[in-house]
C-alpha cells in the first residue's frame, strides 16, 4: 500500500511540475490586436509602430532603444487571448514611453523574449505557461516627418 501511494505521489508532483514549467511559444499576429476595440481605446493614434523590417518615415530625431516585457494571467485564459493581453499592455508601455520622450513613432519593434530576437512585421512571439503569459518588445523612439 505504501508503495502505491509513493508512486501516486510521485506522478502527480511529476505532472505538477510539468504543467508548471509549460512554455509555449506562440507565432501571432500583430494586426490581430492592432484592429481590437481595446487597442483604439488604450492605445489610439498619436504614436506609430514599425514592426521588423517595416519601412518608416524618415526620422528627425532619435530618443533610444526601449524594452518591455508585460505579463498578464495566463491561468484558465486560452493562449490566444491572454497573448494578445500582454501584446496590449506591452504597446500600451511602448506608447506611454514615446509621449514621455517626446517622440511620434516607435521602429524597428522586435519580440525579444528572453532577450531572443524574433523580427516580424507581420507576427509578434508569445510564451504563455500553465499561469503565466508574456509578451517582450524592443524598439527606437523616434521623432519622424
Not at 490566444?80 to 508601455?93: F, G, N, T
Not at 511602448?94 to 519593434?109: F, H, P, Q, W, Y
Amino acid at each position: 500500500m505504501r508503495i502505491a501511494l509513493a508512486a501516486c505521489a510521485l506522478a502527480l508532483v511529476s505532472v505538477t511540475h510539468q504543467a508548471c514549467a509549460r512554455d509555449t511559444t506562440l507565432h501571432l499576429p500583430i494586426q490581430d490586436v492592432l484592429n481590437s476595440p481595446d487597442y483604439q481605446q488604450k492605445v489610439g493614434n498619436g504614436v506609430n509602430f514599425y514592426f521588423g523590417n517595416q519601412p518608416a518615415p524618415k526620422t528627425l530625431k532619435s530618443f533610444g532603444e526601449f524594452v518591455t516585457n508585460k505579463k498578464t494571467n495566463g491561468f484558465s485564459k486560452k493562449d490566444v487571448d491572454a497573448c494578445r493581453w500582454a501584446m496590449l499592455s506591452a504597446l500600451i508601455q511602448l506608447k506611454e514611453r514615446a509621449d514621455s520622450e517626446g517622440a511620434n513613432a516607435v521602429v524597428n519593434i522586435v519580440s525579444y523574449y528572453k532577450k531572443n530576437v524574433f523580427s516580424s512585421p507581420t507576427e509578434y512571439e508569445c510564451h504563455a505557461g500553465a499561469f503565466v503569459t508574456g509578451v517582450a518588445l524592443k524598439g527606437m523612439f523616434v521623432k519622424t516627418k
